[in-house]
């Protein structure tokens, strides 16, 4: 029973390790985004100063669920962004972006996204925490739909 016990363990403390990354990853892509909201330039400035901004603020919601989620299991977020640029496998703006790489630059973060999703959904739900798991595939969904209609976007 001990080492059944001591598995679901070392799993709990991988599925908040992983909700912290969440945690840094979508504080990185809040601030990235609101700088493509700030200093997107071009013939689809309105239409893409909307959508980052849509974006950026869903990204915040999701990003203080999964906090809450990490505090109603007992773990502590990040909350630095010394902590966030230092877990976040998502790389803050360069500033030197233009109008599609903005765009192409958000589909490749929500994808690596979706892929630490699917990790963290998935050992969730081996661990039995269907809330985590749970949350995390409407989360994923939403993204991989921003994704489709960013991509469509682009052409």
Not at 61 to 83: C, N, Q, V, W
Request: proline share 1%; charged share 25%.
């Amino acid at each position: 029973m001990s080492n059944i016990t001591n598995e679901n363990s070392t799993q709990t403390k991988r599925v908040e390790e992983l909700l912290n990354l969440q945690v840094a990853n979508l504080n990185v892509l809040y601030v990235k985004i609101h700088n493509f909201h700030w200093y997107v330039k071009g013939e689809n400035f309105y239409t893409l100063h909307i959508k980052f901004e849509e974006l950026y603020n869903e990204v915040t919601l999701k990003m203080d669920e999964i906090a809450e989620r990490l505090l109603t299991l007992k773990g502590s977020p990040a909350a630095t962004m010394k902590e966030y640029l230092e877990m976040s496998s998502i790389q803050e703006a360069n500033g030197s972006e233009d109008a599609r790489t903005m765009v192409q630059t958000i589909i490749e973060d929500f994808a690596t996204v979706c892929e630490q999703f699917q990790e963290t959904i998935e050992l969730a739900d081996e661990s039995g925490d269907q809330p985590t798991a749970d949350m995390l595939i409407a989360f994923k969904a939403d993204l991989e739909k921003h994704m489709w209609m960013l991509r469509s976007f682009l052409g």
